[in-house]
């Protein structure tokens, strides 16, 4: 039989006592201190899902600001603000553990804390001045499913768990009794767009404070809900807005009080300085109950150190190359231009090219053909030199092609097609567009091509000693954004050819953006042709004869 309300609100509290049996101390000066999210999330208050990083540290400070976290009504009917304004500092750390779990701490303090002269025979309790410990928060998070790829995309489901200690030396500081938390914690990230959600119960000591309508602290359930979106392309400054909300359901109190609710909906701004680790952050808002720590006002500031390592690519063979990229997902390889090698062990030395190793070759020297005989094989038994034996071939004295294709004997040339990247005057000539991702500098799979064919051109021709790597859009988006695009993605292409073998010091990128249309930009077929990547000769060097000497009209 499925327990009702009235069970349940014995069995809650029963297994509090149980695992904690100072939960049943109550305590008429609670805590009223916001609880931040864990250091390296991006929310103020609304703990994430995923984890990025293993054995990475994260460290965080926070103050916050509440304008009249507590205030009761007296025996006179009228407005008491017992704590007109309460500050906190809270010193956070993290660390992530294999790309799943993370630990957490959460040292707070009450800087200071104020309110009014109490009336002639009023008890309400008042707090103490100057700082005071707050409870000692400790937490541990789970991810369960899902998670962020290497472009920080994605979305992921886990679970989180607290336990604050009885560590606050001072009323509205620390509850004075230990308290547990356990959520489900989901987030999403887009390109754009950022969201995260918390939902949970959280155990307290039961608590009336007195009035003539007595506000209630309790077991309650506590939700929590973070959106955003990114400012710009890179991700590193986000607005958005938080709602917190604590819902006490026990100890007397009835699920969606407004005397023992406690929400906050915040406007929040978060910048990672530079795109690095170091993070800044502001948020403030309204509260919308009446409970304890319910503030009219709170204003929250933030400083942190949050790197992010996102988890590797799957490398089933361990050999530094991704599964997606390698030809030899289980083989232990090296890189190689060509994707049909990329991964692949280096093959064994075959010194005349005939693709029969040395070892196997019985004419080493000279390319031949295979004929799995000991004595010939690997020497040629090709007059014409055409690929096809004599035997099978038709026209042994004339090149022709081989089977299926032909017979051994010639057949008319067909033309050959354009290089995909040739040398001219001024630049190097592309047949094919190097294509990136859309709206990013990630250059696509099939970019590798023509871009091979450019290293190729620049490996014959080392006369051409400097070339500008021109990075062009389409007029989509404001013209700093284009530029911006343009440069990072005239970047991206130094650094394959880099990779490949060029000199960084022949290559200067340059991001031109929409400045530089060649085609209309009303048309999607325009602006395919505007999207583009240029190379233009800077500098070459003159050309010269045999013997050295610059040939006759040349640079002296």
């Given at each position: 039989m499925?327990?009702?309300?009235?069970?349940?609100?014995?069995?809650?509290?029963?297994?509090a006592?149980?695992?904690?049996?100072?939960?049943?101390a109550?305590?008429?000066?609670?805590?009223?201190?916001?609880?931040p999210?864990?250091?390296?999330?991006?929310?103020?208050l609304?703990?994430h899902?995923?984890?990025?990083?293993?054995?990475?540290?994260?460290?965080?400070?926070?103050?916050?600001?509440?304008?009249?976290?507590?205030?009761?009504?007296?025996?006179?009917?009228?407005?008491?603000p017992?704590?007109?304004?309460q500050?906190?500092?809270?010193?956070?750390?993290s660390?992530?553990?294999?790309?799943?779990?993370?630990?957490?701490?959460?040292?707070?303090?009450?800087?200071?804390?104020?309110?009014?002269?109490?009336?002639?025979?009023?008890?309400?309790?008042?707090?103490?001045?100057?700082?005071a410990?707050g409870?000692?928060?400790?937490?541990?998070?789970?991810?369960?499913a899902?998670?962020?790829?290497e472009?920080?995309?994605?979305?992921?489901?886990?679970?989180s768990?607290?336990?604050?200690?009885?560590?606050?030396?001072?009323?509205?500081?620390?509850?004075?009794?230990?308290?547990?938390?356990?959520?489900?914690?989901?987030e999403?990230?887009?390109?754009r767009?950022?969201?995260?959600?918390?939902?949970?119960?959280?155990?307290?000591?039961?608590?009336?404070?007195?009035?003539?309508?007595?506000?209630?602290?309790a077991?309650?359930?506590?939700?929590?809900?973070?959106?955003?979106?990114?400012?710009?392309?890179?991700?590193?400054?986000?607005?958005?807005?938080?709602?917190a909300?604590?819902?006490?359901?026990l100890?007397?109190?009835?699920?969606?009080d407004?005397?023992?609710?406690?929400a906050?909906?915040?406007?929040?701004?978060?910048?990672?300085?530079?795109?690095?680790?170091?993070?800044?952050?502001?948020?403030?808002?309204?509260?919308?109950?009446?409970?304890?720590?319910?503030?009219?006002?709170?204003?929250?500031?933030?400083?942190?150190?949050?790197?992010?390592?996102?988890?590797?690519?799957?490398?089933?063979?361990?050999?530094?190359?991704?599964?997606?990229?390698?030809?030899?997902?289980?083989?232990v390889?090296?890189?190689?231009?060509?994707?049909?090698?990329?991964?692949?062990?280096?093959?064994?030395?075959?010194?005349?090219?005939?693709?029969?190793?040395?070892?196997?070759?019985?004419?080493?020297?000279?390319?031949?053909?295979?004929?799995?005989?000991?004595?010939?094989?690997?020497?040629?038994?090709?007059?014409?030199?055409?690929?096809?034996p004599?035997?099978?071939?038709?026209?042994?004295?004339?090149?022709?092609?081989?089977?299926?294709?032909?017979?051994g004997?010639?057949?008319?040339?067909?033309?050959?097609?354009?290089?995909?990247?040739?040398?001219?005057?001024?630049?190097?000539?592309?047949?094919?567009?190097?294509?990136?991702?859309?709206?990013?500098?990630?250059?696509?799979?099939e970019?590798?091509?023509?871009?091979?064919?450019?290293?190729?051109?620049?490996a014959?021709?080392?006369?051409?000693?400097?070339?500008?790597?021109?990075?062009?859009t389409?007029?989509?988006?404001?013209?700093?954004?284009?530029?911006?695009?343009?440069?990072?993605?005239?970047?991206?292409?130094?650094?394959?050819?880099?990779?490949?073998g060029?000199?960084?010091?022949?290559?200067?990128?340059?991001g031109?953006?929409?400045?530089?249309?060649?085609?209309?930009?009303?048309?999607e077929?325009?602006?395919?042709?505007?999207?583009?990547?240029?190379?233009?000769?800077?500098?070459?060097?003159?050309a010269?004869?045999?013997?050295?000497?610059?040939?006759?009209?040349?640079?002296?």
């Amino acid at each position: 039989m499925t327990p009702g309300p009235r069970a349940l609100s014995f069995l809650l509290p029963a297994l509090a006592l149980v695992a904690f049996p100072s939960l049943a101390a109550a305590d008429e000066t609670p805590s009223l201190a916001l609880e931040p999210a864990p250091a390296g999330d991006r929310a103020f208050l609304t703990e994430h899902a995923d984890v990025r990083g293993h054995l990475l540290p994260s460290a965080r400070l926070v103050l916050d600001y509440a304008r009249r976290p507590l205030v009761l009504r007296n025996d006179r009917d009228e407005l008491d603000p017992v704590i007109s304004d309460q500050t906190f500092f809270h010193a956070l750390a993290s660390l992530s553990l294999f790309y799943r779990a993370s630990v957490s701490l959460d040292v707070p303090f009450s800087i200071t804390q104020a309110g009014s002269t109490p009336p002639s025979g009023d008890a309400f309790p008042r707090a103490a001045v100057g700082a005071a410990l707050g409870d000692l928060r400790i937490g541990a998070r789970v991810r369960l499913a899902g998670g962020l790829d290497e472009a920080g995309l994605g979305a992921a489901l886990g679970l989180s768990a607290s336990l604050w200690l009885p560590t606050g030396t001072d009323g509205y500081a620390g509850d004075g009794a230990f308290r547990a938390r356990f959520a489900l914690v989901a987030e999403a990230t887009g390109k754009r767009l950022h969201g995260a959600f918390s939902g949970g119960v959280r155990t307290r000591p039961p608590a009336a404070l007195p009035g003539v309508l007595p506000s209630r602290v309790a077991t309650s359930l506590t939700l929590g809900l973070a959106g955003g979106f990114f400012v710009d392309g890179a991700r590193t400054l986000t607005l958005g807005g938080e709602l917190a909300a604590d819902l006490p359901f026990l100890g007397g109190a009835r699920l969606f009080d407004p005397r023992a609710t406690v929400a906050h909906a915040l406007v929040t701004g978060h910048y990672r300085i530079t795109g690095g680790p170091l993070e800044v952050g502001l948020a403030m808002g309204p509260g919308l109950g009446q409970g304890a720590g319910s503030a009219d006002v709170r204003v929250l500031a933030l400083f942190g150190v949050a790197p992010e390592k996102a988890k590797p690519p799957p490398d089933r063979d361990s050999d530094g190359i991704p599964d997606k990229a390698d030809a030899c997902i289980d083989l232990v390889g090296v890189e190689s231009g060509d994707p049909l090698l990329h991964g692949c062990p280096e093959p064994p030395p075959d010194y005349d090219g005939d693709a029969i190793p040395d070892e196997n070759d019985a004419c080493p020297r000279a390319a031949g053909e295979a004929t799995f005989v000991r004595k010939t094989h690997g020497c040629p038994k090709d007059t014409d030199e055409d690929g096809v034996p004599d035997k099978k071939d038709v026209c042994p004295t004339e090149p022709g092609p081989k089977p299926p294709e032909g017979n051994g004997c010639p057949k008319p040339k067909e033309p050959e097609p354009p290089p995909v990247a040739s040398l001219a005057e001024q630049e190097i000539v592309i047949s094919q567009q190097v294509q990136f991702e859309t709206g990013t500098a990630v250059l696509r799979p099939e970019s590798d091509g023509v871009l091979g064919e450019v290293a190729r051109v620049l490996a014959d021709h080392p006369e051409v000693t400097r070339i500008e790597v021109q990075g062009h859009t389409d007029d989509t988006g404001p013209p700093d954004v284009n530029r911006k695009l343009g440069q990072d993605r005239a970047e991206s292409v130094v650094e394959w050819l880099v990779r490949r073998g060029v000199s960084r010091a022949r290559l200067a990128p340059k991001g031109y953006g929409s400045d530089k249309p060649i085609a209309d930009n009303t048309t999607e077929e325009g602006r395919s042709k505007n999207r583009r990547v240029e190379f233009r000769i800077l500098e070459k060097k003159p050309a010269t004869k045999d013997d050295g000497k610059p040939a006759s009209g040349g640079a002296k």
